[in-house]
């Protein structure tokens, strides 16, 4: 599978990356992890998305609340020619000043 990851914006609080992926149809699905809370928005394409033993299929417009630590894998069955996404990822100490920890958004 390629990935292509560019970083737009870091900072102690957030971090934004642009994620470009190119599986196609009969990639493996590799198990990743969250690494922070994020907020995701697919901007271009489609891919399945396995977590907490539910899939859901994301399409173009769609947005994915990641939490820290979750395992999940993606998956390109049904799709072909890649997927854009622009990823929000929020630090720790920053969602803890907002007072929203340790989960702004319920499980």
Do not use: K, N
């Amino acid at each position: 599978m390629t990935m292509e990851i560019a970083v737009l914006h870091r900072a102690a609080c957030a971090t934004v990356v642009d994620y470009r992926c190119r599986a196609r149809p009969g990639d493996p699905a590799v198990e990743e992890r969250h690494r922070d809370l994020s907020l995701s928005y697919v901007r271009r394409g489609s891919f399945g998305y396995r977590s907490r033993g539910a899939a859901h299929e994301l399409v173009a417009g769609a947005t994915l609340v990641g939490h820290a630590g979750e395992a999940y894998r993606c998956t390109h069955d049904h799709h072909g020619g890649g997927d854009e996404c622009l990823s929000f990822q929020f630090s720790a100490d920053a969602l803890e000043a907002l007072g929203a920890a340790p989960r702004p958004w319920p499980a």
